[in-house]
């Protein structure tokens, strides 16, 4: 059996078993811990995988392989972001070039930061706000301390049929090597911003200095960036100015629709290599 890249034997399954069974009290993030632990489904970095460990107990429990207990509290997935603040409300417009506009920098975002950038993401971006899968990074774009954009990175697709076909790897190279692919999920220039060339600017310079703040963040450097870029929307011309390179369209189907039954707008697939020997370390 397999969920979110893992086969799983049914000596494994009987571990995950007993520990569902052995303590009636046991609520689902210390199962999926002692699940990790016990079968040793780390991260890169030496850390529990535990994220995918809970999909991966979801999915089983719907699939009535185990009985997880009932959830203590809702995990907020479906729950509207609401926080409004002044600091978020729209700012007088800007119209510089990207060229002129003074102390432009990107900034990791810091703890204290997180519930602005979501707000910012969930007022102003057509898609709103959703937690980031795995992995991340976000970043405000500012200059002379005036926020201008907002990036977020995080997990890559596990599946994109012109992404793999570009590196050419095999399934098995895949699930073994999708860590070092990172998704650029958000990338909002915020609606009073009109600068020109600022979106490839900014493209450039995360991907410059992103691989830098993984490896000190998750002790591993990533070497190719993804994004989708909805086609009845998008054109992807900043992602082109970059230097990106847009590989195919996706066939429509979200990740979990594994019976081709909820329609999706089309995507293009980009792409944008972090090292000159990308392929081979994917595929190594």
């Excluded at 799983?8 to 699940?35: K, T």
């Excluded at 207990?69 to 119209?95: H, V, W």
């Excluded at 000159?276 to 370390?281: A, D, G, L």
Aim: net charge positive.
């Amino acid at each position: 059996m397999k969920y979110c890249g893992k086969h799983f034997s049914e000596a494994e399954m009987s571990v995950i078993r007993r520990i569902i069974e052995e303590d009636p009290a046991r609520n689902r993030l210390a199962i999926s811990r002692m699940v990790c632990d016990e079968l040793g489904w780390r991260k890169p970095d030496g850390g529990l995988k535990e994220m995918s460990c809970r999909v991966a107990l979801l999915r089983m429990h719907e699939d009535e392989l185990v009985r997880l207990p009932p959830p203590r509290r809702g995990n907020g997935n479906q729950i509207r972001y609401t926080r409004r603040t002044p600091q978020a409300e729209p700012r007088p417009a800007i119209c510089l070039p990207a060229g002129e506009l003074p102390g432009l920098r990107l900034d990791p975002v810091l703890k204290y930061e997180s519930h602005l950038w979501n707000e910012y993401i969930d007022r102003y971006h057509y898609l709103g706000y959703q937690r980031l899968p795995g992995a991340q990074m976000r970043y405000f774009a500012r200059a002379e301390g005036e926020i201008l954009a907002l990036l977020g990175f995080g997990a890559a697709a596990w599946k994109a049929a012109p992404r793999d076909a570009f590196i050419g790897w095999t399934p098995a190279q895949r699930e073994q090597r999708l860590h070092l692919v990172v998704n650029n999920a958000r990338f909002l220039i915020l609606p009073w911003v009109a600068s020109k060339h600022l979106a490839s600017k900014l493209l450039a310079r995360a991907a410059k200095r992103l691989p830098d703040d993984w490896l000190k963040r998750y002790g591993y450097r990533p070497v190719l960036l993804e994004t989708f870029v909805e086609k009845q929307r998008f054109r992807g011309t900043c992602y082109k100015a970059a230097n990106w390179q847009c590989t195919g369209d996706t066939q429509g189907r979200g990740k979990l629709d594994r019976h081709r039954l909820y329609a999706l707008p089309t995507k293009s697939v980009w792409l944008y290599p972090l090292s000159h020997q990308f392929r081979q370390i994917l595929t190594q």
